[in-house]
């Protein structure tokens, strides 16, 4: 009977020490797992509470920079500015990656704010983006070029008045 | 509870002492729905499933506990064991039905239980029932988590009391059941799951743990067979759609009323041609534990469990499956 005991409280001690944690996450994990959850269910259904969802997950995650990426891209496509505050953010946690780089000039572009587009675009050609960014690149520059003609066209003309 | 006590113990070295204690210690009097003290053969299975839980051999843990439910259908700890196995093995309408049936014997599992079973219903594709669960965990993400391990039981026998003790027991008993009645009854739950669990429907029966396709090929003649005295019968397997792989011969109880209407008809009379299937006839077979007692395997909800396997049901079937995530990968 002791040497059952002591066997039985052999293999307690090695489970108690060799924890299984597949299931027992902290609060903080759950807290995550839950609003990926929801999220990934709001997303597949086009609900407005994605937002929200997003920016729980982006408060428990501050740095992850694949998150702000994500949430940049939604409200592109909804057609909210302050996607290119996500992508700065993502940008700013990860300046070498070109999709991030050509994903903030393309918010910057529909922006309308030509110049930082550009920069933007330069970037990500410049981070190994260039067989994707850099004929947006060059009709960027060649725009701005554009832009610049027509304005000193325009102040010619006021001026010759 | 008792268990999950013992577990948060264990995981402190200190406190090793005390679970010796208690897994050694006389059986504790058995409260509310586990009324009757364990059989052997009880105690063999559930101490196989411990250490098959223990050595993270989810497989055998399961079909372990799954026999154990079989023997003791309202027990909690052994729902409570399958939860927690398939947790591990990530197989989602197990862990769904687990919960489920400890809801429905203490519905206020569900607060604990919110996070995993919004899980479970996330990966079974239930979004409906899974956003409400997933925002109530929300609230409730700070409780203990599940089991790390599972206590074995002790092979020790009940210790009988005398007359005069037991009479004593026994009103201790039913006071505390009157009292907890009374409890149930001051509290306001919600009873949809409760009543889910038990309605005739596929959208039930499809977290049986084994569904399949066979066909009929005869029965067990017997001067006995009765409304409540069902034949055994023979079925061959032709696809298993979910669940483990079975013998292709399948003995079935063959059962002639459901469990929610076991009244006999006026005049009904046992007749061959009349009660029991054409030979090589098709039939949709939901079993809800596939382990067979006495040589049987019983089919969900009696005679609800068979089903014919015609285009109609199958499509309902087979659409189930595919919404929920369950069918078999190789059928």
């Given at each position: 009977m002791k040497a059952r005991s002591l066997a039985i409280l052999g293999a307690l001690l090695v489970n108690a020490c060799g924890v299984n944690a597949a299931h027992a996450d902290t609060p903080a994990t759950k807290k995550e797992m839950i609003h990926t959850m929801l999220l990934q269910i709001y997303e597949q259904r086009g609900s407005k509470e994605v937002a929200p969802e997003y920016l729980a997950l982006i408060a428990l995650r501050p740095t992850d920079d694949k998150l702000h990426f994500r949430y940049g891209l939604y409200l592109e496509k909804a057609g909210d500015d302050r996607a290119v505050t996500q992508y700065k953010a993502a940008v700013n946690l990860a300046p070498a990656n070109a999709d991030y780089q050509g994903a903030l000039g393309n918010a910057y572009y529909r922006a309308r704010n030509y110049t930082a587009a550009a920069g933007a675009y330069k970037r990500a050609v410049e981070c190994g983006g260039g067989a994707k960014y850099s004929a947006l690149y060059q009709s960027m520059l060649q725009y701005l070029q554009q832009a610049r003609d027509y304005a000193k066209y325009q102040k010619q003309l006021k001026d010759a008045e | 509870m008792k268990d999950r006590t013992i577990a948060n113990f264990a995981l402190?070295?200190?406190?090793v002492f005390v679970v010796t204690a208690l897994t050694f210690g006389p059986n504790p009097l058995p409260a509310s729905a586990e009324d009757q003290p364990d059989t052997v053969t009880l105690v063999i299975h559930a101490n196989k499933a411990a250490d098959a839980y223990n050595q993270q051999q989810w497989a055998q843990a399961k079909d372990e506990f799954r026999f154990c439910i079989g023997q003791?259908?309202?027990?909690m700890e052994y729902y409570e064991g399958l939860y927690n196995t398939c947790m591990k093995s990530g197989e989602w309408d197990q862990v769904a039905y687990a919960l489920e049936k400890m809801f429905a014997i203490d519905p206020s599992q569900k607060v604990a239980h919110a996070y995993e079973y919004g899980q479970a219903l996330f990966h079974l594709n239930r979004f409906d029932d899974a956003i409400p669960m997933l925002k109530n965990a929300l609230r409730s993400v700070d409780l203990p988590d599940a089991l790390t391990y599972i206590p074995k039981k002790h092979v020790m026998p009940v210790t009988t009391l005398d007359p005069e003790q037991a009479k004593l027991e026994a009103a201790r008993v039913e006071a505390a059941k009157v009292a907890a009645a009374k409890l149930a009854a001051e509290k306001v739950y919600k009873h949809t799951d409760l009543d889910m669990t038990t309605a005739l429907s596929y959208q039930n029966a499809i977290k049986s743990e084994c569904i399949l396709l066979a066909e009929y090929q005869g029965y067990d003649k017997s001067p006995d067979i009765g409304w409540n005295h069902p034949p055994q019968a023979h079925y061959y397997i032709?696809?298993?759609?979910?669940g483990p792989p079975l013998n292709k011969h399948m003995p079935v109880?063959?059962?002639?009323?459901?469990v929610i209407n076991p009244t006999m008809p006026k005049g009904w009379k046992f007749d061959e041609k009349k009660c029991m299937p054409e030979k090589d006839s098709k039939w949709i077979m939901f079993i809800e534990f596939a382990v067979p007692k006495r040589g049987m395997f019983e089919m969900y909800q009696g005679s609800y469990g068979i089903q014919p396997a015609n285009d109609d049901n199958l499509n309902k079937l087979y659409a189930l499956l595919d919404k929920y995530n369950m069918r078999n990968t190789h059928s």
């Open positions: - | 402190s070295g200190v406190s003791r259908p309202a027990s032709t696809e298993i759609l979910k109880k063959y059962e002639f009323h459901d």
